[in-house]
Each structure stands twice: as structure tokens, then as C-alpha cells.
């Protein structure tokens, strides 16, 4: 899938190009369930016990990470982790880190996400006039961050 290896590379390359950051370590494309998450942080932390931020591309995977840094008894406030999705926890998840309660500290979302995106896309070819070959739907992007937590944008993604 040439978007996701693209978003992959992306997230590399921003961590990359960024001094305040040393990338300590790269999970395995699959990790989109709170068992990836889990089983990635447990994984990162083995090989750099330094790592402080975690960019997963899943919400549920964000969960796993956050699972395990409260299974090990680790201070949320200590850690960062970032995604691109959101679902029925964004919310929560983001107002618990403002009580130091989860180390979730923000995502950015395409839309309402691939599936309606996708489910869209399809009426449009079944009840419209059709979608041509070839056609590319853009989602808006949103970004959801936690209260208590700044930013940098400037690093030029």
C-alpha cells in the first residue's frame, strides 16, 4: 500500500529531521491493535530504555502503548504517544493526560476516517453518477491534542 509505506516514511523522516529527537526504534508495519501497541512498546523500551515518545499509526495501538507504561507503573507524564486515527477513546484518553492519567498526547485524523471515507466513495459510485477510474478522495485533516500539551509545528511536515 504505497500511502502507508508513504506515511511510514514520513513519520521517519520528520523524526529525522528533527534534533530534538533520536529515533531509538522502528516497530513492524503491523501495528493497528492494542496487542501490536502493547507488544511494540515492550519491544522499544528492551532495545532503548530512553525512548520517551511513541508514534503509532493506530488509536488502538496507542492504547496498547499506554497499557503497558501502566502495567510496568511508568509516570504517563514522562511520556508522549502520538497516533493518526482517532475513535470512541480520543477524547478520553487526551483529557486523562491532563490529570496525568494516560500518556496519549494527541492525533491527527484523516476525516471521519477510511472506513466512511470508503463507504462514501462507494453511494458515490452506486447512487451517483458514478466515480471514474482513477479518482483520489481527500480527507480533511484534523488534529486533536491534549490540553496540557504544546507543539512545535514549525519542523516544515
Same mark, same amino acid.
Given at each position: ?9 514520513? @513519520? ?20 493497528? /491493535? ?7 512498546? /515492550?519491544?522499544?523500551? @528492551? ?42 477513546? /480520543?477524547?478520553? @484518553? ?27 466513495? @462507494? ?26 500539551? /504544546? ?7
Amino acid at each position: 500500500n504505497a500511502a502507508v509505506v508513504a506515511l511510514s516514511q514520513g @513519520m521517519k523522516d520528520g523524526v529525522a529531521a528533527d534534533s530534538r529527537f533520536t529515533l531509538g526504534y522502528v516497530g513492524d508495519a503491523e501495528g493497528d /491493535t492494542l496487542e501490536h501497541g502493547y507488544d511494540g512498546a /515492550t519491544a522499544a523500551l @528492551m532495545v532503548d530504555p530512553d525512548i520517551r515518545v511513541f508514534i503509532v499509526y493506530q488509536m488502538s495501538a496507542g492504547l496498547g502503548v499506554n497499557n503497558y507504561l501502566e502495567a510496568q507503573g511508568y509516570d504517563f507524564g514522562e511520556f508522549g504517544i502520538f497516533g493518526t486515527s482517532e475513535d470512541d477513546t /480520543t477524547a478520553e @484518553m487526551l483529557e486523562k493526560a491532563a490529570e496525568n492519567k494516560s500518556s496519549f498526547r494527541g492525533t491527527i485524523a484523516a476525516g471521519g476516517g477510511v472506513p466512511d471515507t470508503t463507504v462514501e466513495v @462507494m453511494l458515490e459510485a452506486l447512487i451517483g453518477d458514478g466515480v471514474p477510474l482513477g479518482t483520489t478522495k481527500i480527507d480533511p485533516m484534523k488534529a486533536w491534542t491534549s490540553s496540557d500539551y /504544546t507543539c512545535d509545528f514549525t519542523i516544515g511536515y
